[in-house]
């Protein structure tokens, strides 16, 4: 049985009762009855109805199938046709403007059921698709962006604390150097949050139990909490395992709970539940497009203001925010590692009504190891042969000169070819490389195996602009030494690649 609500565009009375009747009959709600089509847009506009049932021929200036296009466009509504003829050109016109049906009458009942029904469905499938494709631009654009970005502040990052090294603690600019390491952290930072937009980041996925993870993120939030807010938790028994990254899943939970307090002004209330969800039809009931299968579902659900639907079309994309020191990536990076863990997320809200957030993750079908944080560091100094292969000439620099400083001996090759020219001809020790995953011609993964070839006892540190993914994992398992996410400081660098070297 039908329960959406329809509109009835139709001049001839009787046909329109009759149509009525029918809906009705079916489950359907009708949202009114119209007679002329300029009518039915303005109608259209105001009642939101799911879907507008057109009659073709109507007795003002402009038809149907005008009607429907604006109706369609303007407000994203599915239209069927109804007409009494079987027209050609008729049927042209309709397939133009993006028809959702079409139906000859007299029509039966049954008929009359099917199409609605499809019709809802493929409108609400459309709608979904579309936003996701536009989300997978965006991403695609800001993890350009943000990766280029974060090379260049390596590089401001890396020289300033070089520079600050060598003069020295007491010099007058060292403060100076100070306050541009300090700019370039934050400018890093800002990169990173496009970074888990664009790439979630997903990295170390374990086994993991929501319940537990949102109950820990609670405690941890405790403190922060203001008091004139309650939480209740509603979490469901046995529920199903998820595989996640903690971290990541940390940052999707703070980030919503962030919005959820900074929404309410005064009183209110957050409520959070978590179900085990069996979807069993591609588009689910909050309208959006998933894979069938199992999902373990966390909703969180605040009091607080809520948003227009200008807003709430917005909320994911980066940068956007309504507040006074927002940066809006809060969302942007949860969309991002939702999606980086397969799953799915929806926002409903109306303006003062409060918001809701509704998340998909994918259950866990093969348990997975927890992966081993890294080891504490030594000393990060030494004497032994590093070749760094980057094809950004400017980081090839700035890294060699990190690393000499250190003490390491340094070759350096700014491309795939010439780094492997080079370790034929190189007739001493090279014990390790650092290996930059993205570059152009022949990039990291490619070039991996040809070293591991030519140099098997070499270690290999990867480097990368972009969060540890599948193939720097793929390489890890098949015995690359360690992964390092730019920009590092030569620090962090020094302690890796003397562990790495000590191991
Ligand atoms: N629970 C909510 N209730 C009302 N509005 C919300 C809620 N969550 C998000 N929004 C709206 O979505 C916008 C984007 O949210 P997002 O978390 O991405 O950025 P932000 O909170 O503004 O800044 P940031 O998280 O980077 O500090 C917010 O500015 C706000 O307008
Ligand atoms: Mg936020």
Same mark, same amino acid.
């Given at each position: 049985m039908g329960s959406a609500t329809i509109m009835i565009v139709e001049d001839n009375t009787t046909v329109a009762r009759d149509i009525r009747e029918c809906l009705e009959g079916l489950g359907y709600g009708v949202a009114c009855v119209v007679a002329s089509a300029e009518e039915s847009v303005e109608r259209a506009e105001k009642e939101?109805?799911?879907a507008v049932l057109m009659d073709?021929?109507?007795?003002?200036?402009?038809?149907g199938i005008e009607a429907a296009d604006q109706i369609h466009t303007r407000f994203g509504i599915p239209v069927v046709f109804l007409s009494a003829h079987r027209d050609h050109m008729l049927l042209e016109r309709a397939k133009r403007v993006g028809s959702f049906g079409y139906l000859v009458k007299p029509f039966e009942e049954d008929e009359l059921y099917a199409t609605l029904e499809m019709a809802l469905y493929k409108a609400k499938a459309d709608v979904s698709m579309l936003a996701a494709s536009r989300m997978e631009a965006t991403a695609t654009l800001a993890g350009g962006i943000a990766h280029d970005y974060n090379n260049l502040m390596s590089v401001v990052l890396g020289y300033a604390e070089h520079v600050r090294g060598e003069l020295?603690?007491?010099?007058?600019n060292a403060g100076m150097l100070l306050e541009i390491e300090g700019a370039a952290r934050k400018a890093s930072d800002l990169a990173e949050g496009l970074l888990a937009f664009a790439?979630?980041?997903?990295?170390?996925?374990g086994k993991m139990d929501l319940n537990q993870t949102v109950s820990e993120a609670l405690r941890a939030a405790e403190k922060n909490l203001p008091r004139r807010i309650g939480i209740t938790c509603d979490f469901a028994e046995d529920l199903w395992s998820i595989e996640a990254d903690r971290s990541q899943l940390n940052l999707v939970l703070t980030g919503l709970l962030a919005n959820a307090i900074e929404a309410i002004e005064g009183e209110g209330k957050i409520d959070i539940t978590t179900r085990n969800v069996d979807v069993i039809? #591609?588009?689910?009931d909050k309208g959006f497009v998933v894979k069938i299968g199992r999902y373990t579902v966390l909703n969180i659900k605040d009091t607080g203001c809520g948003m227009n639907e200008e807003i709430l079309g917005k909320v994911?994309?980066?940068?956007?925010? #309504?507040?006074?020191?927002?940066?809006?990536l809060g969302l942007a990076s949860v969309y991002g590692i939702v999606k980086n863990h397969g799953g799915y997320i929806v926002m409903e809200s109306k303006e003062n009504e409060g918001a809701s957030c509704t998340i998909y993750f994918p259950v866990l079908h093969v348990e997975a190891d927890e992966s081993v944080e890294p080891q504490g560091v030594k000393k990060a100094a030494g004497d032994e042969t590093i070749l760094v292969v980057d094809d950004e000439e400017i980081l090839l620099k700035m890294t060699s000169v990190m690393l000499s400083r250190l003490g390491y001996k340094v070759l350096t090759a700014n491309g795939g070819q010439t780094a492997q020219d080079l370790l034929r001809d190189?007739?001493?020790?090279?014990?390790l490389v650092l290996l930059d995953?993205?570059?152009?011609?022949?990039?990291g993964p490619t070039l991996y195996p040809h070293l591991k070839r030519e140099r098997p006892e070499m270690k290999v540190l990867l480097f990368s602009?972009?969060?540890?993914?599948e193939t720097v994992q793929r390489l890890l398992d098949t015995g690359a030494n360690g992964f390092l996410k730019k920009p590092v400081s030569s620090k962090k660098l020094g302690a890796e690649i003397r562990r790495m070297l000590d191991a």
């Open positions: 939101r109805p799911d073709i021929r109507l007795r003002d200036e402009m038809d020295g603690k007491g010099h007058p790439r979630g980041g997903a990295h170390k996925l039809d #591609t588009v689910t994911f994309e980066p940068f956007f925010s #309504t507040k006074f020191q927002g940066r809006g190189h007739e001493g020790d090279v014990h995953m993205n570059m152009g011609g022949m990039d602009g972009y969060e540890m993914d």
